[in-house]
């Protein structure tokens, strides 16, 4: 294993040290694992605070700022954040109008948000979860019951950090959160394992001629091992997959081809060219897209493609401002 870290019991730790150093429009708390808008809340505004195991940057603490999160738990990597990370920043968050909190379907996250919620409930702060479930390739996995939450997170934290901007209530936020989620999927694919710091090794193994279709941020199985094959081929497999489950024809879509940590941007190009021409070629318009690496499993060689079907008002949502490390415009 060569990783570019001191040891695997500090790679967390010593990553948030980095963060505070390279983004002063941040608040890095490193003794609670909490990074939030510096500044602090701001009166009247809708807090919207997510989380989740380390390794899949820039997911969460990337996407802190205006226009997003306000607040992100980083757990260790892979591994949920604690309740008492997310009732920090729940509070530290807390403006008066309530709190979103955005949940990856994932067990150990699911229960220790909902518990974080009721510890700040007992503080007299409303708590609303939404919970993020748009990955179509199984219905259950070693992580999770029910669909595990992958590329949509990124979109819902845009879109409803720009409603929660815009000074709407706790329920239209939490309710365009719900919007975003109903109307996105994903599906990824994975060329290798990735190696976590703490286990030395390969979180699993392919082939030197396979591929992992359907495959989690967190290196588990997906559908089926395969042939590799032609980026156009897996294009058409992830967005069969997409389309089967949800209706893409006659619809303006916004499009993520997203990388998982170890693949070159110049590959991620070329799988967008191959998802633009499949959508077009089945009705659809790509109005809006993202390609790059946005919510990664470490080093992992492989992409995900999420698809959301747009509506006016999430499109107007969407292009709004946003001013964080991993996404900006519009300032």
């Given at each position: 294993?060569?990783?570019?870290?001191?040891?695997?019991?500090?790679?967390?730790?010593?990553?948030?040290?980095?963060?505070?150093?390279?983004?002063?429009?941040?608040?890095?708390?490193?003794?609670?694992?909490?990074?939030?808008?510096?500044?602090?809340?701001?009166?009247?505004?809708?807090?919207?605070?997510?989380?989740?195991?380390?390794?899949?940057?820039?997911?969460?603490?990337?996407?802190?700022?205006?226009?997003?999160?306000?607040?992100?738990?980083?757990?260790?990597?892979?591994?949920?954040?604690?309740?008492?990370?997310?009732?920090?920043?729940?509070?530290?968050?807390?403006?008066?109008?309530?709190?979103?909190?955005?949940?990856?379907?994932?067990?150990?996250?699911?229960?220790?948000f909902q518990m974080a919620a009721e510890l700040a409930g007992d503080e007299g702060i409303e708590v609303v979860p939404v919970?993020?479930?748009?990955?179509?390739?199984?219905?259950?996995?070693?992580?999770?019951?029910?669909?595990?939450?992958?590329?949509?997170?990124?979109?819902?934290?845009?879109?409803?950090?720009?409603?929660?901007?815009?000074?709407?209530?706790?329920?239209?936020?939490?309710?365009?959160?719900?919007?975003?989620?109903?109307?996105?999927?994903?599906?990824?694919?994975?060329?290798?394992?990735?190696?976590?710091?703490?286990?030395?090794?390969?979180?699993?193994?392919?082939?030197?001629?396979?591929?992992?279709?359907?495959?989690?941020?967190?290196?588990?199985?997906?559908?089926?091992?395969?042939?590799?094959?032609?980026?156009?081929?897996?294009?058409?497999?992830?967005?069969?997959?997409?389309?089967?489950?949800?209706?893409?024809?006659?619809?303006?879509?916004?499009?993520?081809?997203?990388?998982?940590?170890?693949?070159?941007?110049?590959?991620?190009?070329?799988?967008?060219?191959?998802?633009?021409?499949?959508?077009?070629?089945?009705?659809?318009?790509?109005?809006?897209?993202?390609?790059?690496?946005?919510?990664?499993?470490?080093?992992?060689?492989?992409?995900?493609?999420?698809?959301?079907?747009?509506?006016?008002?999430?499109?107007?949502?969407?292009?709004?401002?946003?001013?964080?490390?991993?996404?900006?415009?519009?300032?």
């Amino acid at each position: 294993m060569k990783k570019l870290i001191n040891s695997p019991e500090t790679v967390v730790t010593q990553a948030l040290a980095g963060v505070a150093a390279a983004h002063p429009s941040l608040h890095v708390d490193i003794e609670n694992k909490v990074i939030t808008r510096a500044g602090g809340p701001k009166n009247g505004k809708v807090g919207l605070v997510s989380g989740g195991g380390s390794g899949h940057e820039p997911l969460h603490g990337g996407f802190v700022g205006y226009g997003m999160l306000d607040a992100a738990c980083p757990g260790e990597v892979f591994t949920s954040p604690v309740p008492d990370q997310m009732l920090v920043a729940t509070k530290a968050v807390d403006g008066g109008a309530g709190v979103l909190h955005v949940v990856k379907n994932y067990t150990g996250d699911v229960l220790n948000f909902q518990m974080a919620a009721e510890l700040a409930g007992d503080e007299g702060i409303e708590v609303v979860p939404v919970v993020i479930n748009d990955d179509v390739a199984v219905v259950d996995s070693l992580y999770t019951a029910g669909r595990r939450g992958t590329g949509a997170t990124v979109f819902v934290e845009k879109v409803a950090g720009a409603l929660a901007e815009e000074g709407a209530d706790l329920a239209a936020v939490a309710a365009v959160a719900r919007e975003v989620n109903d109307r996105s999927r994903s599906f990824g694919v994975a060329l290798s394992s990735c190696v976590v710091p703490a286990a030395g090794k390969p979180t699993f193994e392919l082939g030197d001629s396979e591929v992992e279709l359907g495959i989690g941020i967190h290196g588990e199985p997906g559908r089926t091992r395969a042939a590799h094959t032609s980026a156009q081929e897996l294009a058409a497999v992830a967005l069969d997959a997409i389309s089967d489950d949800m209706p893409i024809d006659g619809t303006d879509l916004l499009v993520m081809v997203n990388g998982m940590g170890g693949t070159p941007l110049i590959e991620l190009y070329l799988m967008f060219n191959e998802v633009q021409k499949y959508l077009e070629g089945h009705g659809a318009r790509v109005a809006r897209n993202l390609v790059g690496n946005y919510i990664t499993s470490l080093e992992m060689q492989g992409f995900s493609v999420t698809v959301c079907r747009l509506t006016d008002t999430l499109t107007r949502l969407w292009d709004a401002p946003v001013d964080t490390p991993a996404l900006r415009w519009g300032r």
